[in-house]
């Protein structure tokens, strides 16, 4: 059974970082997608990035682009999100997923979530 464990959200300033983490286990990852995804308060959860887990493709939202970087350490099991220049908007929980194959944007395309990790931006 797979589990996923982020860790790494807090508060910060605007124009902050935050390294994000997403501890996998459970199987091995070759062949699955790992992605982001973050929720605020009364919206629909969000697309943010993701990796090809074996490959190294990648893919952004296009809010993100240019800020944000999904890596993933294979040794390790371990799914990194560092995010710089962080934005008010930004605020959310963010949610590290898995999926079997190609990467996707839907969240409803990914079986396996964690649990959650808050981020705040203040301004």
């Known amino acids: 059974q797979v589990q996923l464990v982020e860790s790494g959200g807090g508060l910060v300033q605007a124009g ?53 970087t999904i890596s993933r350490d294979k040794a390790k099991n371990t799914l990194f999100l560092q995010m710089n220049s962080l934005k008010p908007e930004d605020a959310a929980v963010y949610y590290c997923a898995c999926r079997t194959g190609a990467i996707r944007t839907y969240y409803g395309d990914y079986g396996d979530w964690g649990q959650g990790t808050q981020v705040t931006v203040s301004s």
């Open 16 to 68: 902050g970082s935050l390294r994000l983490s997403c501890a996998a286990s459970g199987r091995t990852f070759g062949g699955y997608a790992l992605g982001w995804f973050r929720q605020a308060p009364g919206k629909e959860r969000e697309f943010v990035a993701a990796i090809h887990w074996s490959g190294g493709g990648t893919a952004y939202a296009d809010s993100v682009k240019g800020r944000f």
